[in-house]
């Protein structure tokens, strides 16, 4: 669309909690699933990183084969989806908890409503300006 920091992290934000989404639906569908392992996504780290990023240092690469440490952007930010493997619920081997999935959809859910109102409130300054208000 165009830009803008803010709208950035919005888009970056909604995008990783719909995996989010994706992946306790998936658990819970899969409670009663023998030997199902369940899924866990996370970003806010690497969203952290991205808005913090002013307060470290960043070193110059000289060598191809050295470390990047450039500055992250928005668009590298990357939800990742792992399978919590070590850990028992039940003895069929399924580790789901469906008490903690629903708690973590009403987290996740809670998350994307306040984005989305953040969203809105943007839009409605975007209209004010290009109205010329």
Request: glycine share 2%.
């Amino acid at each position: 669309m165009f830009s803008d920091y803010t709208w950035n992290v919005i888009e970056k934000e909604s995008e990783c909690l719909a995996q989010r989404f994706q992946a306790v639906t998936k658990n819970i569908a899969n409670a009663n699933t023998p030997g199902y392992s369940r899924h866990n996504v996370s970003f806010e780290d690497q969203m952290r990183e991205v808005m913090e990023q002013d307060n470290h240092l960043h070193m110059t690469v000289t060598n191809q084969s050295h470390i990047p440490s450039h500055p992250l952007k928005i668009r590298d930010v990357h939800a990742a989806d792992t399978r919590i493997m070590d850990e028992q619920y039940r003895l069929d081997l399924n580790n789901v908890d469906p008490e903690r999935e629903m708690a973590v959809l009403a987290e996740t859910r809670m998350m994307y409503s306040a984005f989305m109102r953040v969203a809105a409130s943007k839009l409605t300054a975007l209209r004010s300006v290009i109205a010329g208000r």
